[in-house]
């Protein structure tokens, strides 16, 4: 069963297109994970919050995952890390245009 995993932390930057620049390497590494269908970066200046949505194979592949990146995200300093793991609801998510397939429609 789809997996969704949702990963979030207090940050400071950088935003944006210095995002993209400065984690281009890391997410070429994330892109490699066991499991992993997709991941959206996410990213709230005015909250002071970063992080990501990942769509994994199964629940499995989503707790190994935390297993390695935990401690790689707080290997740069970051903390107040906070991992959900949410089982994906695939019949409602078709009718509101969710794909657990590729990127959301």
Known sequence: MPTLLQIDFPAEGPWGDEMTAAYDELARTIAQAPGLRWKLWTESRRDGIAGGIYLFDDEASARDYLKVHIPRLQSFGVTGIRG???????GLSVIT???AAGLPT
């Open 97 to 99: 245009r969710g794909s």
């Open 84 to 90: 959900l793991i949410f089982d994906v609801n695939e």
